[in-house]
């Protein structure tokens, strides 16, 4: 696998339901950002997360941190069809300098 | 404010073609960079620039040229094109080396090679 992989690869929900996704990596990180990508577009940042944070929020973004698990979730709450996209992690590693390595992403329907 | 501008947003080229996809960003950042984006699988770092007149290899620098002259602007050119090039390429921009900063991105060029 990946250094950063997504999951699941894709996920169907109603709007005003949560949306979960979440990130798993391999080796250590120094920080963690999530991007939305709308359908022809380019990525957008959403939050970034340093490996000392467990925790942060962002609107209706929450993201959260386990480096002992070597993982992170991106929750959406109460989503709406504007949240139907793509969601890439990137994690920043010491090995990597100061580059990226971007996960194959979850793909979110939001559903009217 | 325009960002990261990328162009041409589409184009399609024969085998062995050369080709300049051009990127620019106005915010004054020191770092650029290439990626290019294939079904199932994540951005993949071709080139990157830590500032003016200083360019470094990604992970899938075969095939592509990148340079630097100022701060604006950080061209990708493709030598000899190959139907494994077809891809959809981005080009990012943040403010410094800092990885510890979002990367900014363009709507990206969508190329096709035949």
């Known amino acids: 696998s990946q250094q950063g992989e997504e999951d699941p690869q894709a996920l169907s929900i109603q709007e005003g339901e949560n949306a979960t996704m979440n990130c798993s990596y391999k080796?250590?990180?120094?920080?963690l950002q999530w991007y939305r990508q709308n359908s022809g577009r380019g990525l957008v940042h959403l939050i970034l997360?340093?490996?000392?944070?467990r925790e942060k929020h962002s609107g209706r973004l929450r993201v959260t941190l386990d480096t002992s698990k070597k993982s992170s979730s991106l929750l959406i709450t109460a989503s709406r069809a504007a949240d139907t996209a793509s969601y890439f992690c990137?994690?920043?590693?010491?090995?990597?300098?100061?580059?990226?390595?971007f996960g194959p992403g979850t793909r979110l329907s939001v559903l009217p | 404010n325009a960002g990261v501008t990328q162009t041409p947003k589409f184009q399609v080229l024969k085998t062995g073609q050369s080709m300049t996809l051009q990127c620019a960003q106005d915010?004054?950042?020191?770092?650029m960079s290439w990626y290019r984006q294939d079904p199932g699988m994540g951005l993949r770092l071709i080139h990157y620039?830590?500032?003016?007149?200083?360019?470094d290899q990604g992970e899938v620098p075969n095939g592509y040229n990148v340079s630097r002259s100022t701060t604006e602007d950080f061209p990708l050119r493709l030598l000899s094109a190959a139907p494994s090039q077809t891809s959809v390429y981005f080009c990012?921009?943040?403010?410094?080396?800092?990885?510890?900063?979002?990367?900014?991105f363009g709507d990206g060029t969508r190329l096709s090679i035949l």
């Open positions: 990012a921009s943040r403010w410094d080396r800092d990885s510890n900063q979002p990367q900014h």
């Open positions: 080796t250590s990180i120094n920080n």
């Open positions: 997360i340093r490996s000392n944070e």
């Open positions: 990137a994690t920043g590693t010491p090995d990597y300098g100061q580059n990226f390595v």
């Open positions: 915010m004054n950042h020191e770092y």
């Open positions: 620039s830590v500032g003016a007149g200083i360019t």
